[in-house]
């Protein structure tokens, strides 16, 4: 199995301030045949199911804010929220779909500082 | 708008048979893979499996000699069953859909509401 790892486990930002979070693959989901990374990014508000962000490592899902990024490649990638917002609290994980079975990091919390 | 809307037991005895189901409304139920993911209380989440219209199924390891999905396209359903429970498996499970395409039905845009599932004497 893939395993993803994410950190921080949690971060407190200030609103309109940036938050990182990081994920590292165990190994690569990048294939180089369709020249793609699979790798998803998911925010989970309480009592929710997880909404998806990001696909393809960069690629935002219809709807979703700008000020959410994807970037990275290979068996590190990052999603970044450009000045957080308060509805922006949330859990994220990313997930990789480049093999079975699909794997998903621990979760990181963003809070507001 | 597509919505899944899912049901089944939320109380279940250890040995027992989890058996949930989740109905697709709206939009194509076939050109996609289903799938079913769970998360204990509090904790992280776990792929179990996923199917596509025509009942080709792959499974998570760890769970594959107690699972089992299954699809009926006459009532754009799929299931999800899971033997031989134990405290272990008491999460929210949820069913989800990914998008069309064998490349990205790994990318699970559409979730249902989640099931409390707890296994407890």
């Known amino acids: 199995d893939i395993v993803m790892t994410q950190s921080p486990d949690s971060l407190a930002v200030s609103l309109g301030e940036r938050a990182t979070i990081n994920c590292k693959c165990s190994q690569s989901v990048f294939n180089s045949s369709k020249n793609k990374n699979y790798l998803n990014w998911y925010q989970q508000k309480a009592g929710q199911p997880p909404k998806l962000l990001i696909f393809w490592a960069s690629t935002r899902e219809s709807g979703v804010p700008d000020r959410f990024t994807g970037s990275g490649s290979g068996t590190d990638f990052t999603l970044t929220i450009s000045s957080l917002q308060a509805e922006d609290v949330a859990v994220y994980y990313c997930q990789q779909y480049y093999t079975t079975p699909r794997t998903f990091g621990q979760g990181t919390k963003v809070e507001i500082k | 708008q597509v919505q899944l809307q899912q049901w089944g037991a939320g109380l279940l005895k250890p040995s027992e048979t989890l058996s949930l189901t989740c109905a697709v409304y709206?939009?194509?139920?076939?050109?996609?893979?289903w799938s079913w993911i769970r998360q204990p209380p509090g904790k992280g989440l776990e792929w179990i499996g996923e199917?596509?219209?025509?009942?080709?199924?792959t499974y998570n390891p760890s769970l594959k000699s107690r699972v089992t999905i299954s699809v009926d396209t006459s009532k754009n359903q799929f299931s999800l069953k899971l033997s031989s429970v134990t405290a272990a498996d008491t999460a929210v499970y949820y069913c989800a859909r990914g998008l069309s395409g064998t490349m990205v039905r790994g990318v699970m845009n559409y979730w249902g509401q989640g099931t409390l599932v707890t296994v407890s004497s």
């Open positions: 199917i596509n219209h025509s009942g080709s199924t």
């Open positions: 709206g939009g194509s139920f076939t050109n996609y893979y």
